[in-house]
């Protein structure tokens, strides 16, 4: 039966789940909100549903004040519409950059199997991004940026360590273009091969946050982490994190989730937290290396991606390990807000510079000389992607309609959209199976936070507080100018 014209009704993206044992979920996507019950949660939704005198009354009051169901008389999807609304009057809004990734070099000292970046430049050069264009490019980040706003110069490559000068170029004209009260901090990511006295002393004075990849003990790590001569690195990686350790640096690790590590992960990550106290976690869902190789052997099912890093991040959250994926999509979830994009370029706060010193709101993109562009000119970047990629929200997309996890989504990557599908405007399917998954999770897992003891009453319900939402954190936080913190992801910081 529908709903008696002009009475009640749920508002869409509002979903009942059976979490079983007598137990159900009143979700609702966009909103970010959940109401738990036993049958009378049930039975009071669906007599609003037909226009029934409601099961509990009261009940049915909160559902209505919490928005799972207009009042006579209302629209259904107008909450919806609402977001559509902010989103589409930012057409007008000039970008604001949080974020100036840096691909110094398009060379690397080693050949890791899985690596993104070095088998999609086309036409590599030899030399580091010039310094002058560095310069240019530094000035033009800090002029279409907000002064007290948190933002990041990411350093990488290829491996940026292969040209140290550049990187202290980098760091002195930052720190000369730097207004005053300028928010902003260095990251550079490294592989940590090179790092000796010389260049750990230099990142450590200068407050440079190194994010060290490693994928585990040697057996792990140098599977897929090799050097041009095919010999594992981790010796060598080791030996790097050490140095900047003893030489004062913050380092962190970012560790790729592939076939070659899934089994192992908490044990893996147990040993990281003990061997080299990183302040943060990188703990990265593996992409296709090239659009040629979407069916590349180590990539790993979505799902049991989402399974192991909650139950990672449920493990150790009570010690403050901050994963910087799993925050990204539990964020919105605990603070019942809307997550418009997963991707910063989609929002306009990504900078990237290439070693050609082409620029471009996305790393990916930009080392296939795609959404490459030469002249600074803060229009024409907004023209180029900005304005085209707000629509990748999921509040646009109907193949999103009646998805439990619209809200926290994002829809994922331009670039694993375009590798699957050859639009970069489609959905990240991968993306969104994983986040379907972790939504779930968080559902169960606040259930088990708000339940009562014993046996479930069938007349029990419950509307979560911000207090037990904040559970699902722990001690986790995201932390401004350490390492705990996302970078070139939309959070709602």
């Not at 910063?344 to 471009?360: E, F, H, I, R, S």
Request: net charge neutral; hydrophobic share 35%; aromatic share 8%.
């Amino acid at each position: 039966m529908a709903a008696r014209k002009g009475g009640p009704q749920p508002e869409t993206n509002t979903a009942l789940i059976d979490l079983g044992g007598g137990a159900w979920c009143l979700n609702h996507a966009l909103r970010q909100e959940q109401l738990y019950g036993g049958r009378v949660l049930r039975d009071t939704f669906e007599d609003l549903k037909v226009g029934r005198k409601p099961a509990d009354p009261v009940l049915a009051q909160v559902m209505q004040a919490q928005g799972f169901i207009t009042a006579a008389g209302g629209q259904a999807e107008a909450f919806h519409r609402d977001l559509m609304r902010q989103e589409d009057t930012k057409t007008e809004v000039q970008p604001s950059f949080t974020l100036l990734r840096i691909l110094l070099t398009d060379v690397c000292n080693l050949s890791c199997t899985y690596c993104k970046v070095i088998p999609n430049v086309l036409a590599p050069q030899a030399e580091p991004t010039d310094a002058d264009r560095l310069a240019e490019v530094i000035d033009f980040f800090f002029t279409h940026s907000e002064v007290s706003r948190p933002k990041i110069i990411h350093i990488t490559g290829g491996e940026p360590t292969l040209f140290f000068h550049q990187i202290q170029h980098i760091v002195e004209v930052a720190e000369r273009a730097a207004r005053p009260g300028e928010n902003f901090w260095f990251v550079i990511g490294t592989n940590a091969t090179l790092i000796r006295d010389r260049q750990a002393a230099f990142l450590a004075e200068h407050d440079v946050k190194c994010i060290v990849s490693m994928d585990g003990p040697a057996d792990v790590h140098d599977a897929l982490r090799r050097n041009h001569g095919g010999r594992g690195s981790w010796r060598m990686v080791d030996a790097g994190v050490r140095q900047l350790k003893k030489a004062g640096a913050e380092v962190s690790l970012s560790m790729v989730l592939g076939q070659h590590n899934l089994d192992r992960a908490e044990g893996i990550i147990e040993w990281f937290l003990d061997t080299y106290q990183p302040t943060g976690l990188g703990v990265n869902f593996m992409k296709p290396p090239t659009p040629d190789q979407k069916d590349y052997d180590q990539l790993i099912d979505p799902d049991r991606y989402a399974d192991r890093m909650y139950a990672i991040h449920q493990r150790f959250r009570d010690r403050g390990l901050f994963l910087e994926l799993v925050y990204r999509k539990l964020q919105p979830f605990v603070q019942q807000r809307y997550r418009f994009h997963d991707c910063g370029a989609a929002g306009g706060t990504n900078l990237n510079v290439d070693a050609k010193g082409n620029v471009g709101p996305c790393k990916s993109f930009l080392v296939m000389d795609r959404l490459a562009m030469r002249q600074l000119d803060i229009d024409a970047y907004r023209s180029t992607v900005v304005d085209k990629w707000r629509k990748r929200s999921p509040i646009y997309y109907t193949h999103c309609d009646g998805c439990q996890a619209r809200g926290m989504c994002g829809n994922g990557c331009a670039y694993d959209a375009m590798v699957h599908t050859g639009d970069e405007m489609a959905i990240d399917i991968r993306s969104c199976q994983y986040t379907k998954r972790f939504n779930r999770l968080f559902i169960d897992d606040l259930f088990q936070q708000v339940r009562p003891e014993g046996q479930l009453s069938d007349s029990w319900w419950h509307l979560p507080s911000p207090a037990e939402r904040q559970r699902l954190f722990g001690e986790v936080s995201a932390r401004p100018r350490t390492l705990s913190y996302s970078i070139g992801h939309q959070t709602l910081d």
